[in-house]
């Protein structure tokens, strides 16, 4: 339980002064761009760990429903060039590969017509989701390396372009970062 008291109060009987915000200093901290760019690289790493981990599970999957690994095979990824999905079955591949459970039964062609929908569909569902993460980081790397204050002091960058100026501009819009933001939900959910 604490006491209610003013602020000032408080600061002062912990022996601190109050913070004195200086010119725009409010406005970053109640801007939103940079606090959606953190999520946005925080759901990034999350994610990556996330789908590595997601290949590794389909691969125990595979095995423990005695399915074929054929399905990955990089000719057949090839059909499809998407960049993820090819990351996946290959990833697949390479944790099955010494499977003794998957040994036994390799060439059984006969076990069944062919795996379930969720197993040989993985890298391509796996895939879609990695595309979309790689998106992504690439909207974070561009922001991360963004100039999005208001206004701006732009300095000249050569001898002929006059004196430097001050304009105003709508780069702290956060849409970039939201839309990109809502695109990892859809891979999240899914």
């Known amino acids: 339980s604490g006491t209610l008291m003013p602020a000032s109060d408080a600061l002062s009987a912990a ?6 915000l200086g010119a725009k200093e409010g406005l970053a901290l109640i ?22 981990t997601a ?5 125990m999957s595979v095995e423990a429903q005695m399915g074929t690994d054929r399905v990955f095979a990089a000719e057949l990824q090839a059909l499809r060039p ?8 290959a990833n697949l591949t390479r944790v099955l590969a010494g499977s003794g459970v998957m040994a036994h039964h390799r060439e ?3 076990h069944r017509v062919q795996d379930a929908y969720s ?4 890298p391509q569902v796996h895939g879609a989701a990695r595309d979309t993460v790689d998106h992504a980081a690439t909207v974070a790397e561009r922001e991360l390396a963004s100039a999005i204050d208001n206004p701006v002091v732009l300095v000249p960058t050569g001898s002929t ?3 430097g100026r ?3 501009n709508g780069n702290f819009h956060g849409a970039p970062v939201a839309y990109v933001l809502d695109f990892l939900a859809i891979v999240a959910a899914d």
């Open 15 to 20: 022996g601190l002064a109050p913070v004195q």
């Open 31 to 52: 801007n939103g761009t940079d606090g959606m760019l953190a999520m946005l690289v925080l759901a990034i790493t999350d994610l990556r760990r996330l789908l590595r």
């Open 55 to 59: 290949d590794i599970s389909a691969a």
């Open 82 to 89: 998407q960049v993820g999905q090819a990351v996946s079955a």
């Open 108 to 110: 059984d062609r006969f």
């Open 119 to 122: 197993l040989r569909c993985s």
């Open 161 to 163: 372009d006059g004196p």
């Open 166 to 168: 001050v304009e105003s």
